[in-house]
């Protein structure tokens, strides 16, 4: 029997498929409009736009975190619904570019269901990967029991537009409310921002989203969370704090930098918001540590450092910040939890997930 080369798998797997709405008759909603709520962008109730940061922020910011903010790792589309059919119809700003990435996690938007605390994933937007526009389902039903939805933002990848697509009887109405108004805001690295998750919904701040009922604000800035004095100050004037995690020891330039940025950050935040609990991460050990022994040397003396800076600030007075030691971060998954020995893969962002919840938990238990 003759062997055919390179078919496509899709043609033997219909699981492989791109998804498609199989000629539904599709009303398609703005979620920017009542009753949907978008989250996640801080700034999104002034500016109306899907971006993390002000489109002029009042202290100048470097071009590449200007551009990264395009990015919306953290946004969430929020939204109850007892419709059949579920559909997205999204145009992004450029195309997947990442070698170590996959698109669905870069570019694409997956589905929770549930009440908080119970969320269950539904299904990822399956498209193909050379386009910047798609059209794709979510999920076909036959029952109209209402269902909590939570729509997951692209992680590296900027959204010009995005319009959630119902049956046309599907009715709509608010998602269940917050415990609270407060916000979870985190700033930091690519690691922070989702690189390297398989999809939205498994980047570690979000993990962490479906189990603690606050909105989640993820400053994640992809080689660029170097400890600005100006982001900090951006960061500062983001209204109902519930606690702010910085966790960018990742992209310091150099131990000394470091050694200024952190504390110059925690002060400058601090003069804004005096009780509000700051949680200080370190760095996991990288893989190429076991090639490099410079790179450990540098890790331990960073480490060092931030302990004896947090404990000084304790000793101080300040008894609302706390350092979490991160050697640790991705558990008994230390060797198989990255991509590439850096960014996590989704078994690493659940053993982080895993351990800042329960930090987290605590902090606001306080």
């Known amino acids: 029997m003759k062997m055919e080369k390179n078919t496509a798998v899709t043609k033997h797997d219909p699981n492989m498929r791109h998804g498609e709405l199989n000629g539904h008759r599709i009303l398609w909603h703005d979620p920017k409009d009542t009753p949907f709520q978008v989250n996640g962008f801080a700034w999104f109730e002034k500016e109306n736009s899907y971006r993390r940061l002000p489109s002029q922020p009042a202290w100048e910011i470097r071009q590449a975190v200007d551009e990264l903010s395009n990015h919306t790792s953290g946004g969430q589309i929020r939204f109850k619904t007892n419709a059949k059919v579920l559909a997205v119809k999204v145009k992004l700003t450029a195309k997947a570019d990442m070698s170590h990435m996959p698109a669905s996690g870069q570019c ?55 319009l959630v697509g119902v049956n046309q009887d599907a009715q709509i109405s608010p998602p269940p409310p917050y ?57 500062s004037t983001i209204e109902d704090p519930a606690c702010l995690v910085l966790d960018y ?40 540590e076991a090639v490099n022994p410079q790179l450990k040397v540098d890790r331990l003396e960073r480490l060092v450092f931030q302990k004896n800076l947090i404990q000084q600030l304790q000793s101080d007075g300040d008894r609302k910040i706390i350092f979490v030691d991160g050697t640790d971060m991705l558990g008994n998954h230390t060797n198989e939890g990255t991509v590439d020995g850096v960014h996590p893969n989704d078994l690493g962002f659940m053993a982080m997930a895993e351990k800042m919840l329960e930090v987290l938990q605590g902090v606001l238990g306080e």
């Open 108 to 162: 694409g938007f997956d589905c929770y269901i549930g009440n908080p605390g119970k969320k269950h994933f539904i299904n990822i937007t399956r498209y193909d990967h050379t386009q910047q526009e798609y059209e794709l389902t979510f999920f076909e039903r036959t029952e109209t029991t209402p269902l909590p939805i939570t729509l997951n933002f692209p992680l590296y990848q900027g959204v010009e537009e995005v």
């Open 179 to 235: 415990d609270s108004q407060k916000k979870i805001i985190l700033y930091g690295t690519s690691i922070l921002q989702g690189g390297c998750a398989s999809r939205p919904g498994m980047s570690y701040s979000n993990i962490m989203s479906r189990k603690i009922n606050l909105e989640f604000i993820n400053l994640g800035f992809s080689g660029n969370g170097q400890g600005d004095s100006n982001l900090a100050k951006l960061i």
């Open 249 to 288: 020891e990742p992209n310091c330039i150099s131990t000394e930098k470091y050694k200024e940025t952190l504390p110059a950050f925690i002060r400058i935040y601090r003069k804004k918001h005096p009780f509000i609990p700051i949680v200080v991460v370190s760095k996991f050990p990288y893989a190429g």
